[in-house]
């Protein structure tokens, strides 16, 4: 069973970073992929970055490329997602996810690739 624990979540001015991490517990699997999505308030989630354990692959929602950052650190067995030049939009819960194995990139930024879920960090930015 893998668990996922977010944080880094927080309130900051519009224009600011934030980098979210997520650890994930029980990797009892040799690949994985991994994703983030966000769920504003009144809207439906969507993804917002995706990789793999491998570090082979990196796919950004429009919303946020040339202004995020995914990766994943091995030995820490933690997931981040840095995001620069943060704008009211950015405002939501921001949620990391994981399923073993393998996914064809067009599908890593769709919630139904994914099993496992964290519980999720709120992201608030200010004007």
């Known amino acids: 069973q893998v668990a996922l624990v977010e944080s880094g979540g927080g309130s900051v001015q519009a224009g600011g970073s934030l980098r979210l991490s997520c650890i994930l517990f029980g990797y009892a699997y040799s690949d994985y992929i991994l994703g983030w999505f966000r769920q504003a308030p009144g809207k439906e989630r969507e993804g917002v970055a995706a990789?793999?354990?491998?570090?082979?692959?990196?796919v950004y929602a429009d919303s946020v490329k040339g202004r995020g950052t995914i990766s994943y650190d091995k030995r820490k067995n933690t997931l981040y997602l840095q995001l620069n030049s943060l704008n009211v939009e950015d405002t939501a819960t921001y949620y990391c996810?994981?399923?073993?194995?393998?996914?064809?990139?067009?599908?890593?930024?769709?919630?139904?690739?994914?099993?496992?879920w964290g519980r999720g960090t709120q992201v608030i930015v200010s004007s």
């Open positions: 990789t793999n354990t491998g570090g082979r692959t990196a």
């Open positions: 996810a994981a399923n073993p194995g393998a996914a064809n990139s067009e599908l890593l930024l769709s919630e139904d690739e994914y099993m496992y």
